[in-house]
Antibody, heavy 123, light 110 residues
Framework: QLQLQESGPGLVKPSETLSLTCTVS????????????WGWIRQPPGKGLEWIGS???????FYSPSVKSRVTISLDTSKNQFSLKLGSVTAADTAVYYC?????????????WGPGTLVTVSS | QTVVTQEPSFSVSPGGTVTLTCGLS?????????PSWYHQTPGQAPRSLIY???TRSSGVPDRFSGSILGNKAALTITGAQADDESDYYC??????????FGGGTRLTVL
């Protein structure tokens, strides 16, 4: 059974870089036979979902225009993990951050999600 | 930037039918947007209901159906039950690898 688990600091200071890791178990993130994307989605407290970006098993990435200038998503195939880095954070970046898997063919279909991790931006 | 629109809230009586919609601030939603629907209860991660317009995710009862109605994607729930009370989100593929979620609809069953 595929499982995803987010990890990283729960508190980040304004102007610093938010760094999160998603550890995947039950499947290889670099398996070319299955063609999945690995994505990050966030949800500010009391608000809706926002797609941040995704990475393909090959390493190609897509980012939301709203954060594109500040975000990097990368793979660590040796640890079966993928990571999110979001720079120059402000209070508006405070959110629950989810990692999730989605299909190449049905791109908007996120079939497995992590439980989410709350990141607060505050001094 | 194009905004994906959803009704902020909706209510339905137990046993009733409700249709939630997912539109665009500019233009029409089509199957080429691969509309997908998720529901989320407080404190939980979202869970997939419908993808690729009208395909039910594994384990989702056939009370839930997806379609294109006019210029919007639609999620119809028939025979509403108390535990359908949830937040519902649609997401659209906008091309060039970009996904945009709608603002969500809070469904009340009463």
């Amino acid at each position: 059974q595929l499982q995803l688990q987010e990890s990283g600091p729960g508190l980040v200071k304004p102007s610093e870089t938010l760094s999160l890791t998603c550890t995947v178990s039950g499947a290889s993130i670099s398996d070319s036979r299955t063609s999945y994307y690995w994505g990050w989605i966030r949800q500010p407290p009391g608000k809706g979902l926002e797609w941040i970006g995704s990475i393909y098993y090959s390493g190609s990435t897509f980012y939301s225009p709203s954060v594109k200038s500040r975000v990097t998503i990368s793979l660590d195939t040796s640890k079966n993990q993928f990571s999110l880095k979001l720079g120059s954070v402000t209070a508006a970046d405070t959110a629950v951050y989810y990692c999730a898997r989605h299909e190449y063919k049905n791109y908007a279909f996120f079939d497995y999600w992590g439980p989410g991790t709350l990141v607060t931006v505050s001094s | 930037q194009t905004v994906v629109t959803q009704e902020p809230s909706f209510s339905v009586s137990p046993g009733g039918t409700v249709t939630l919609t997912c539109g665009l601030s500019s233009g029409s939603v089509s199957t080429s947007h691969y509309p997908s629907w998720y529901h989320q209860t407080p404190g939980q991660a979202p869970r997939s209901l419908i993808y690729n317009t009208d395909t039910r995710s594994s384990g989702v009862p056939d009370r839930f159906s997806g379609s294109i109605l006019g210029n919007k994607a639609a999620l119809t729930i028939t025979g509403a039950q108390a535990d359908d009370e949830s937040d519902y989100y649609c997401v659209l593929y906008m091309g060039s690898g970009i996904l945009v979620f709608g603002g969500g609809t809070r469904l009340t069953v009463l």
